[in-house]
């Protein structure tokens, strides 16, 4: 009983990310409530996490050449 | 290295946080990497003009930005989203309570009107002071204080005065300290 408590503990903290270390916070935070302030950073954060598509590299090596090109 | 590539190098790895703002303005993915692609193409065209050690990253959502708002006036005819569809496909099989929370603010945020919702993003969600907002949104920083002020408001409207109390996960001390 005791371990599948612990147990879930871990699932959630592993889907739940934790907080920011440096939350920018800071002066918004008197501004925007704790726990919007925080769900604004995961929404992001999620988008953040994703890999970037690889059309992003072929575009950026496209720059590339053209500057070694030119 | 020269320093083209350097400036390359560092628009790359600004990708991550640039298509996350795009997706915060537009709400819809495949049209926020679109609008990063612009943005870098423009940042790239441009990139005389940004001026060393000055903040890239203000720079390129102010380009994004400009892009999102002359497609937005070009649109200016066509009903933006009109059904929350884009703003649902954004969470996909949401598979608990955090999921789901996200996904109410993501059609909360895309309801609000878009000089609150990019200045509530911009402080509080990418870490840009005030002051790198307000130059973002080139507007002065008691704009961006009331904008994100009202932005605030709504959405606590919006997600239920309840919000907050099931908003974060907490759970009681005693079940973190039992033994394995």
Not at chain 2, 41 to 52: G, H, I, P, T, Y
Request: aromatic content about 6%; some cysteine.
């Amino acid at each position: 009983m005791g371990r599948s408590v612990v147990h879930a503990v871990m699932i959630m903290s592993d889907k739940i990310k934790p907080e920011p270390v440096n939350p920018p916070a800071g002066e918004v935070g008197v501004q925007v409530p704790e726990w919007l302030g925080n769900r604004l950073r995961r929404l992001f954060d999620d988008v953040m996490d994703e890999p970037v598509p690889d059309e992003f590299q072929s575009l950026l090596k496209q720059l590339e050449e053209k500057e070694r090109g030119a | 290295m020269t320093g083209a590539d350097l400036f390359l190098d560092q628009i790359t790895a600004l990708l991550p946080a640039l298509r996350a703002f795009g997706r915060s303005l537009c709400g819809d993915p495949a049209r926020a990497d679109d609008l990063a692609q612009d943005t870098v193409l423009k940042a790239w065209a441009n990139r005389e003009q940004f001026q060393a050690g000055s903040n890239l990253k203000a720079w390129l959502f102010t380009i994004l930005r400009n892009c999102y708002y002359s497609e937005l006036r070009h649109r200016k005819f066509e009903v933006e989203d009109p059904d929350g569809v884009n703003a649902a496909r954004l969470a996909i099989a949401p598979d608990h309570d955090a999921k789901l929370q996200l996904r109410d603010l993501n059609r909360a945020l895309q309801q609000l009107p878009p000089d609150q919702r990019e200045a509530l993003v911009l402080v509080a969600a990418t870490g840009l002071s005030y002051e790198e907002a307000a130059d973002v949104c080139q507007v002065a920083v008691g704009t961006i204080k009331s904008r994100i002020a009202r932005a605030r408001d709504r959405l606590v409207e919006l997600l239920g005065a309840d919000a907050a109390l099931v908003g974060e996960p907490s759970l009681p001390e005693s079940s973190i300290d039992l033994p394995g």
